[in-house]
């Protein structure tokens, strides 16, 4: 079909009126030189676009790569932050029963009182913040369904990072104070006094 139409252009250009002089009708070779350059281009374009298409899906299969390297690098990292670190007084070591797990509701955290000593851990999921609750096993969030063992390590998605636990040191006053910047050992426990 493309070769009839370029036959025709060429015919009705020589047999244009004009002043008179009529151009030179094209030599069968030199339709034959037109048609075989169009064929190269079209030949070339279908190679340009195979390499375009070649090009686009190894990008895609590098985005995907990349994705999935970037999500499992994240596996241990939060996705609620949970603001600035802060550092506050819990109250005195008389305060916490041997044996227990105590919820401070201001500052959303569990002291967590044994034979070893004193734990401090965060309640809010890592998932997006909710408060997680006691359940026999650990903690159960109500949220999203994430589930942590009694030390606070992920047992059910869709968190991903564990609660976080925290320093906590005697101070001279008596009181038992928390950093919320300085993350401490998931599950170790600290003599105070
Ligand atoms: S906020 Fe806890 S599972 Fe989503």
């Known amino acids: 079909m493309g070769k009839s139409k370029k036959r025709k252009k060429k ?9 008179g002089s009529v151009e030179p009708e094209s030599s069968p070779e030199q339709i034959e030189e037109v048609e075989e350059k169009s064929a190269t281009a079209d030949e070339s374009s279908s190679s340009s676009r195979r390499d375009f298409l070649a090009k686009a899906g190894i990008v895609a299969v590098c985005s995907c790569a990349a994705g999935a390297l970037a999500g499992s690098v994240r596996l241990a990292v939060p996705d609620f932050f949970d603001g600035p670190p802060e550092r506050f007084p819990l109250g005195r070591p008389s305060d916490f029963k041997t044996g227990t797990l105590t919820w401070v509701r201001e500052k959303q955290l569990f002291v967590l009182r044994d034979e070893d000593g004193f734990g401090v851990f965060s309640s809010r999921c890592t998932h997006l913040g909710c408060t997680v609750r006691r359940t026999a096993e650990g903690f159960f969030c109500p949220c999203h369904g994430a589930r942590y063992d009694a030390r606070g390590q ?18 001279q006053d008596g009181y038992i104070w928390v ?3 300085e993350e401490a050992e998931m599950g170790s426990m600290r003599t105070l006094g």
């Open 154 to 171: 992920v047992t059910h998605g869709p968190a991903r990072a564990p609660l976080p636990w925290y320093g906590l040191w005697l101070e």
């Open 11 to 19: 015919k009705s250009i020589a047999e244009q009126p004009g002043d």
């Open 179 to 181: 950093d919320t910047g």
